[in-house]
């Protein structure tokens, strides 16, 4: 798009766009606010952002005393961790094979890769249950982690990374004696950082914000992750005690913000990336 | 090591063969054990009379199919859910490709726009929506609040069955706008700046007149990209639902997926669950051939 016309023109463009901002962000900005406040101050029909008398500490407190916060928090990191990590180790060698290597069936399991792509993740998920039920591994850390391990997105980032790695690089790594795991893990494994990061934050919000398996695998309060935590909050709270309620879905929300806002570039980078997947 | 181009005949080097098979052997047991071999048995499922833990199964061939296309809350489901995509998949095209035009050709603010607009993508959604059942609140509410300062009464915005569906799309709509701008800002880049040049030579001067003639016959091929990757996401809604309306009032927000969650998972009818599964499959990888046929188009035009 072209950068110019009347001073009007730039006036209106970004009127536009910061009365939209005000609509967009009002749910967090709100959010913020209330969790700030008394609730005399919630319950009143007067509009202001800051409180009269500050509540903050009363609703924070009795957010992380009602219901286990920072175990949701920690069910989350065990969970996106675990799952990133052992998506990796099955990723990273398939990738590397089936962009560097000659063999019998690689077609084949790049069309299953590609099939993979178009599945979407509820599709499975009745079998994956009668699967981890008849192995009595129901409400646990396994039944949230073990379903995720296979990641065609992971592979296909991957491969398509390895591809742009020079031959010339591995051909001199074998002359020198190497075989194809040292290749992998001391050629490949530095230079694909980035690639490694994008598919990281993919996999972090997706199974962060993952809702629909957790409420299927998890009855047990201690196991929620995040999402699951903060409706066990919310039917808690019967939905009256806004203050305390508001303050949770912050601490809840914190985190995938503030990563958000640290590393914005890679994180739209690796968004569009999976959108482009679907 | 003498042969320095082992890839020249695949057959002639049993070493990289092996090796191959060793690195790919973890991913292919994973994709056999947690994907094919699940989504196979959910087609095989929908086939049985299955519950979860009764002894017996019997196959019933279309049974279950007969009985959902006979069932009124299916029917219901289904167009829900077509109904809710039917919103948020215009809402949140049109409001992308605003957004990306407008912040692109800004003098400057562009990555505070850019962050800000995308913040709902990336925030926990069954959070927020705890956040806008609180400002959907019908006494106090914020959403109503500031429509009386206006003079209009709110109202209740999840309990009214004529409104839930269409306030849950607007939800949608807020939570999926920054992801189709992104998508959008990618396409905007890849029109080559010479093409506005050439325009305004040939007397579109306007900034209509270069929308009309380049950047929208441009934007084409990324337009129906975005439209269908918007269908397919919008299809899945369910986490919305859960939390505000549990499909109702009186079915109202009923969709597809939060109907295979409780014939499924409430009421263990396992393999009715999986009949409605098939149909959601079916539905997405449709819509997943369109956005294939949609990626081949946009390669063309680079």
């Not at chain 1, 920072?70 to 675990?82: E, K």
């Not at chain 1, 073990?146 to 074998?174: K, N, W």
């Not at chain 2, 449709?286 to 680079?302: M, P, S, W």
């Given at each position: ?16 766009l910061l009365a939209g901002l005000v609509i967009m962000l009002a749910p967090f900005v709100w959010m913020i606010s209330t969790s700030l406040k008394p609730p005399n101050e919630i319950f009143s029909t007067k509009l202001s952002l800051l409180p009269t008398h500050w509540a903050a500490v009363e ?220 | ?52 833990g009764a002894p017996t199964m019997n196959f019933i061939g279309l049974g279950n199919y007969e009985q959902l296309f006979a069932d009124r809350v299916f029917w219901k489901s289904f167009t829900n859910t077509f109904v809710y995509c039917l919103v948020v998949v215009p809402g949140s095209v049109f ?208």
């Amino acid at each position: 798009m072209t950068r110019r016309g009347s001073l009007l023109g730039h006036v209106l463009r970004h009127a536009v766009l910061l009365a939209g901002l005000v609509i967009m962000l009002a749910p967090f900005v709100w959010m913020i606010s209330t969790s700030l406040k008394p609730p005399n101050e919630i319950f009143s029909t007067k509009l202001s952002l800051l409180p009269t008398h500050w509540a903050a500490v009363e609703n924070y407190t009795k957010a992380f005393t009602k219901v286990p916060l920072l175990r949701y928090l920690l069910n989350g990191v065990i969970v996106t961790g675990g799952i990133f990590l052992l998506q990796l180790l099955v990723s990273l060698p398939a990738a590397y094979a089936l962009a560097k290597l000659r063999f019998k069936g690689s077609d084949i399991l790049f069309t299953m890769v590609l099939i993979g792509l178009m599945i979407p993740a509820q599709a499975p998920a009745i079998p994956r249950y009668v699967m981890l039920y008849e192995l009595g591994l129901l409400d646990s850390y396994a039944a949230l982690i073990l379903p995720f391990v296979f990641s065609a997105f992971g592979i296909f980032l991957m491969r398509q990374f390895f591809r742009t790695v020079p031959d010339d690089l591995m051909h001199a790594a074998r002359l020198d004696g190497l075989g194809e795991f040292e290749i992998l893990w001391r050629i490949m494994l530095p230079l694909a950082m980035p690639a490694m990061l994008a598919f990281g934050v993919i996999s972090i919000v997706t199974h962060w914000n993952d809702f629909f398996w957790p409420l299927i695998v998890i009855q047990t309060g201690d196991l929620a992750t995040p999402p699951l935590g903060t409706l066990f909050f919310r039917n808690e709270e019967a939905g009256s005690d806004f203050g305390p309620l508001m303050a949770g879905t912050v601490v809840i929300t914190a985190p995938l913000i503030l990563l958000f806002l640290a590393a914005q570039r890679r994180f739209i980078e690796g968004v569009t990336l999976s959108g482009m997947k679907g | 090591m003498t042969d320095v181009h082992p890839a020249d005949n695949p057959s002639e080097n049993p070493g990289e063969r092996r090796a191959a098979y060793a690195l790919i052997s973890p991913a292919w047991v994973a994709f056999v054990v947690l994907l094919a071999g699940p989504s196979l048995a959910v087609v095989v499922l929908s086939l049985t009379d299955w519950q979860l833990g009764a002894p017996t199964m019997n196959f019933i061939g279309l049974g279950n199919y007969e009985q959902l296309f006979a069932d009124r809350v299916f029917w219901k489901s289904f167009t829900n859910t077509f109904v809710y995509c039917l919103v948020v998949v215009p809402g949140s095209v049109f409001l992308g490709l605003g957004l990306a035009l407008l912040i692109e050709g800004a003098t400057f603010g562009r990555a505070f726009y850019r962050a800000a607009y995308f913040l709902p993508v990336t925030s926990t959604l069954i959070a927020m929506a705890v956040v806008w059942e609180f400002l959907l609140h019908p006494s106090v509410g914020l959403v109503n609040i500031v429509l009386e300062q206006v003079g209009i009464t709110g109202g209740d915005w999840l309990k009214n069955p004529n409104r839930a569906l269409f306030t849950l799309a607007g939800i949608g709509i807020w939570q999926s706008a920054g992801l189709n701008m992104v998508l959008f800002m990618a396409g905007l880049k890849a029109i080559p700046p010479d093409l506005y040049e050439a325009a305004e030579i040939d007397g579109a001067s306007s900034v209509w007149e270069r929308f009309r003639c380049v950047t929208w016959p441009m934007l084409g091929p990324a337009t129906l990209f975005v439209t269908v990757v918007s269908g397919i996401r919008s299809f899945q809604v369910f986490d919305t639902v859960e939390v505000l309306t549990k499909g109702g009032p009186n079915k109202a927000t009923e969709v597809l997926l939060y109907t295979m969650y409780t014939e499924a998972f409430n009421f263990f009818r396992t393999g009715y669950g999986a009949a409605i599964t098939v149909v959601f499959l079916v539905v997405v990888l449709a819509l997943t051939l369109l956005q294939v046929k949609a990626g081949e188009k946009r390669t063309h035009y680079g």
